[in-house]
């Protein structure tokens, strides 16, 4: 669906759909994990691919609603730079040693957060209804998850550290 949702939201005519169906596309990734989890569906691959695809919607996502000036470039490089850090570094590493890391809770709290910011932002940009509200909840939300998202990269870093000193 991802290209179909960069094509929405850059031609303007569509950029109302895009974003609503961005929200979709990241929403049920979102409840996917958690029905996977609670119904003992998960598996070792589904670990490794969900939070690819949760960073890879949302980059996406950002890179769309960049280029179509809903979403401020600087704030797309700290959510992306920061994702691109963490699973190069810790590509990199946990191949190598053979070995592999669980998402933490607050990886998970922060990939929502921003999910969410990401949506209200680019919606209160875009000046579409109740753009005053979603906005400022959004820049709250970017705020919130962009820290927890720093503090999850510190503790996914500590956590590689720590693996492959063993």
């Known amino acids: 669906m991802l290209p179909g949702v960069v094509w929405l939201i850059v031609r303007p005519s569509t ?3 895009g974003v609503v169906v961005l929200a979709l596309v990241l929403a049920t990734d979102w409840v996917d994990g958690v029905v996977a989890r609670r ?13 690819l695809a949760d960073r890879l919607a949302l980059a996406v996502g950002l890179a769309a609603l960049v280029a179509r000036g809903a979403f401020p470039v600087w ?3 700290l959510i992306v730079g920061r994702d691109v850090a963490v699973l190069v570094v810790g590509a990199i590493v946990l191949i190598r040693r053979g070995v ?9 709290i922060a990939t929502f957060s921003l999910m969410v910011a990401v949506v209200w932002v680019s919606w ?3 000046g579409l209804p109740l753009a005053e509200v979603t906005l400022a909840a959004g820049w709250i939300g ?16 500590r956590d590689i550290r720590h693996t492959t000193a063993a």
């Open 15 to 17: 950029t109302t759909i």
């Open 39 to 51: 119904t003992g569906q998960v598996s070792e691959l589904g670990r490794i691919l969900d939070p």
């Open 75 to 77: 704030a797309a490089v």
């Open 100 to 108: 592999r890391i669980d998402v933490r809770f607050i990886g998970k």
């Open 124 to 126: 209160g940009t875009l």
């Open 142 to 157: 970017f705020v919130v998850g962009i820290v927890e998202s720093y503090f999850a990269a510190a503790v996914y870093l």
